[in-house]
């Protein structure tokens, strides 16, 4: 183990605390821009915080994927000092209820393309607003800036198939900040989960120092 | 006069930040709970002249705790602290008798700001 996977692990209770909380804020922000776009209350539970080697991660997400049948996802990479990767993954059949959610009540029943295409966008357009606005906060929050690459959308696929272990670099160890999400109305439920690597990590450790140093 | 506050958050370093931005002179009594379930039981046994509740905790939730300390006190003062800044969840705490709401990240100024005018109200309530 390198010093940098070892000084991870070593993440003092407090300083994961303050991430949870940090966590706590980003989504809820991000959960309240959505609500502005679609007229429901997303139900947030509390976050967790796991830290993990990457080859760990794929069998972590399918534990918590495994009860839909079949899976949405969005990811967008993001970049700044705080770097890593968001995955937003809906249960089944989320992709269709955000249409219906969406479609303005005269617009309904209208022919608006073939239902794949729109389901893909709908999913991307909502995991741009859910991920953008987290990942955002929670650089905000630190003082940092990041960039994202444009999201990436799987629609409807069996978990096994979605979550392959070749995804991420097994060198590195992960951060995992999970938060469940349910929408109160259309039956759309999952997660989010942000992977940021522990090239992250020294910086990561400093700012929450500062971020919490306004509370002394 | 305020004197006894009641913080009820699962999280530590939500309590830790609250507390700090309170006014350090006033001689306030703190009581800490960290579950909607905990802050209803310290509610009554303590009496808080202030509770601030978070809204997504574990056990019972703000929602929960609010509803049941209203429920027993009509003139409970609860202050409602939230990452969960959505309109919907803002108005059903408020109908459900939350006093007011404040938006975490919190800041000194909006919680004196707040504190005052819960002293304001307990004082025209006496």
Redo the contacts between chains.
């Keep these: 183990m390198d010093t940098e996977a070892r000084s991870t692990q070593d993440f003092s209770d407090e300083e994961v605390e303050i991430l949870k909380e940090i966590m706590n804020i980003a989504f809820g922000q991000s959960a309240s821009d959505l609500a502005e776009v679609i007229d429901t209350h997303v139900v947030l539970a509390v976050p967790f915080i796991k830290i993990m080697q990457v080859p760990e991660l794929p069998v972590y997400i399918k534990e918590h994927v495994k009860k839909f049948k079949q899976i949405s996802i969005v990811e967008q990479k993001f970049w700044g000092k705080f770097k890593g990767d968001a995955l937003l993954i809906f249960s089944s059949g989320s992709g269709k209820a955000l249409i219906n959610m969406l479609q303005s009540d005269d617009r309904r029943g209208m022919d608006t393309g073939p239902v794949d295409i729109l389901e893909r966008e709908t999913l991307m357009e909502v995991g741009n607003i859910l991920i953008g606005a987290c990942v955002g906060k929670l650089a905000e929050l630190l003082h940092d800036i990041v960039t994202y690459t444009p999201p990436l959308v799987l629609v409807e696929k069996e978990y096994e198939e979605a979550i392959t272990s070749g995804h991420y670099d097994p060198e590195k160890t992960a951060i995992v900040l999970k938060t469940d999400f349910l929408f109160e109305r259309g039956n759309v439920s999952g997660f989010l989960f942000l992977v940021t690597s522990n090239e992250s990590i020294k910086w990561l450790r400093d700012a929450l120092k500062i971020f919490i140093e306004q509370y002394e | 006069m305020i004197k006894k506050i009641l913080i009820v958050d699962?999280?530590?370093?939500?309590r830790?930040?609250l507390k700090?931005?309170l006014p350090k002179d006033q001689g306030y009594e703190f009581h800490e709970a960290v579950d909607g379930k905990e802050g209803c039981e310290k509610y009554t046994r303590i009496r808080p002249d202030i509770t601030f509740m978070d809204l997504?905790?574990?056990v019972m939730t703000g929602y929960e705790a609010i509803e049941e300390i209203v429920k027993n006190d009509i003139n409970a003062l609860i202050i409602v602290v939230?990452?969960?800044?959505?309109?919907?969840?803002i108005k059903?705490v408020l109908d459900l008798g939350a006093y007011m709401v404040l938006k975490?990240?919190l800041k000194r100024e909006e919680i004196q700001s707040a504190l005052l005018k819960a002293q304001d109200t307990l004082q025209k309530a006496e």
Excluded: G, N, Y
């Design positions: 699962d999280s530590p370093i939500a830790k930040m700090s931005c997504t905790m574990p939230t990452a969960d800044v959505q309109m919907k969840a059903r975490k990240p």
